[in-house]
């Protein structure tokens, strides 16, 4: 596989996890934000170059599935003598709460990402959640401006580097982050008013990810916000959900690309591609449920997020009308 | 107007409510279920037939405000030297949690609802939430198996009466309830997994209201499990949600009545309806979001509910399809 226009540079974490859920527990399995994204954008076909590093403890297995499946890893640094970052954590019987019980940074911490010379056209930039520093570092290695550039970050961003996070954010056309930190980047309660003050930092797009509730992607179009949603498809059991934003965040853009669209319409069935794929991810622990993701088995589900969401079989309600 | 076929027979409470929000404060403004499905019903210009108790403190002015709007009140008894029931609350500054600071049961300690004759073969039933008695002896005074009966309900009475609930519930259509009841009542972490169970009680339908996050409808068909999702309308400011769930309520079984149709189809359509009229609530205080709301206002914000979830412009996106 070769970079071309419909391939996504992506640039996040490739990693282990010790995960503990109400549904059982797995000890250093491979994860990170980078992985998932990677994993998902080659359900659909699109290749993503990763930009990434890892410990020479990373199996080799490993990264010759991820090569297999369509991902292009000449921009992932293996660092001799050194372990790859680790996380481990622990899931509330609720699942919508988590607490983090062990971060080891190792290679993470002095991640310098370099793009490699055929990536720095890309048109489709994923940049996943790391210090804002270095996404925008990113950024800076690119020969021109990108179709379109997605950003997720986290409150942990927030707290300590909320002046870089602007800085990136206002380089960016979509963001990506969830509804408490919606709340905390624009200081709004309301997320229609938080919205309004992000999408005035300078991304034309915003998606606020709730997790099982859905998301939101939000867009100003003149001067009038507009909005879609699309729920999370209610599941059996959330087996794991580690690794859905990332998902998600990867089938959308991978859709765009595949599609070559930026517009609101393709943005709205991108939203609902990344969550039908995101919804493989909780179903098992770790990429396990992504990687076995067929074109099938996607249609099927994207028909069930047809089935759910289609209301309008009549028109406006008679009762209603006039 | 007189009671008929597409009447819905309504009980619930009609009381005061002193409410503090994030917003600002009203002290002994009128509310109570029986109040808000009232008026939600009356938007949609369908007659609801009151069944519930006052003291001689209800103001006679507002008693005829419902009339004016279509309410029938020949069911709502009028206590001499009692008072009205009273409820006092305090929102959290998110707006999902609330504390009860009072709650005097006064008229409603002995609350015994008496249908009126003429009302005895409505063929839409709204039970709100009340003790699940009295929602069973409500039902047993209706000459006929009306075509469809929904139950309001909530986690207190699955605390002290969980039996005499699940008695009624067997005995109804459609059950209206929030996740966390929904958990409760089935034992189930998983709502999918509660919805299966709870629709093995009874209910041929079964919906989830999650405030914020929307609402889902469940349905059993041929042993396959169908759900519908709605979110609810992203707000510029949720300014008292006291209400919402009874609004929401109202305007579903009316829109059902209206339209004289009880199948899944129709019942999805109900749901966005009863959403579109719940955001009107949570717009104002009080009643006073609801009974403003016009056709026009209506079939405005249903046409918002439409651009939101549309998503299905061009077919099953080609970078997924086979």
């Avoid at 282990?16 to 994204?37: M, Q």
């Avoid at 930009?51 to 660092?79: Q, R, T």
């Avoid at 591609?273 to 589900?301: K, M, N, P, W, Y």
């Avoid at 994207?302 to 006039?322: C, D, H, L, N």
Wanted: with cysteine.
């Amino acid at each position: 596989m070769s970079f071309d226009s419909s391939s996504v540079l992506v640039v996040g974490t490739v990693a282990f996890d010790s995960i503990k859920t109400p549904f059982g527990a797995r000890e250093r399995i491979v994860g990170g934000a980078g992985n998932y994204i990677g994993w998902s954008a080659s359900r659909l076909g699109v290749g993503a170059g990763l930009v990434s590093v890892i410990g020479e403890d990373f199996p080799d297995a490993e990264l010759k599935a991820m090569e297999s499946a369509g991902m292009m890893l000449n921009g992932v640094e293996m660092k001799e003598g050194e372990k790859s970052f680790f996380w481990s954590g622990s899931y509330h019987m609720d699942m919508n709460g988590r607490d983090t019980l062990e971060t080891e940074l190792n290679v993470l911490a002095d991640f310098n990402p370099v793009i490699p010379e055929a990536w720095r056209n890309a048109r489709w930039v994923m940049l996943g959640n790391i210090d804002p520093a270095l996404q925008a570092s990113v950024l800076d290695q690119m020969d021109q401006r990108p179709a379109l550039v997605v950003l997720d970050t986290m409150n942990f961003w927030m707290d300590i580097a909320m002046e870089g996070l602007k800085k990136v954010i206002s380089r960016v056309d979509v963001l990506t982050i969830n509804d408490e930190e919606a709340r905390q980047l624009s200081g709004e309660r309301s997320l229609v008013k938080a919205a309004r003050s992000i999408l005035a930092m300078g991304p034309r797009y915003l998606i606020i990810k709730k997790g099982e509730h859905g998301a939101l992607l939000f867009h100003m179009e003149a001067e009038q916000l507009d909005f879609f949603f699309c729920p999370a498809l209610p599941l059996e059991d959330v087996v794991d959900p580690t690794g859905a934003g990332d998902t998600f965040a990867g089938g959308f853009i991978s859709h765009l690309a595949a599609m070559d669209r930026t517009d609101f319409a393709a943005m709205k069935e991108a939203v609902v591609v990344g969550s039908a794929l995101a919804s493989f991810t909780c179903e098992s622990f770790g990429t396990e449920g992504i990687r076995a993701v067929d074109r099938q088995a996607l249609s099927a589900r994207i028909e069930q997020f047809r089935k759910m969401t289609v209301w309008q079989e009549a028109a406006i309600p008679s009762a209603v009308a006039g």
